[in-house]
């Protein structure tokens, strides 16, 4: 939490990015990047059940 700066909170902490939050009412949004793997996953799955749908 103290530690390792991170790129999507522009070179903050974790800890650093919290307090932050809390000092304010409206706290700055850190968005998550997109996990391509995990969603080529869920694509995957989503084919599989089509494709079982058609079978029936």
Same mark, same amino acid.
């Given at each position: 939490m103290n $530690?390792? %700066?991170?790129? !999507?909170f522009h070179?903050?902490?974790? /800890?650093?990015? !919290? ?7 409206? %706290?700055?949004?850190?968005? #998550?990047? $997109?996990?391509? !793997? #995990? ?5 995957g799955i989503?084919?599989?059940?089509? /494709? ?5």
């Amino acid at each position: 939490m103290n $530690e390792y %700066p991170q790129e !999507r909170f522009h070179g903050l902490t974790a /800890s650093e990015v !919290r307090e932050a939050a809390k000092a304010t009412d409206e %706290p700055v949004l850190y968005p #998550i990047k $997109e996990n391509k !793997r #995990i969603k080529k996953y869920w694509e995957g799955i989503d084919k599989k059940k089509a /494709s079982l749908i058609k079978c029936y």
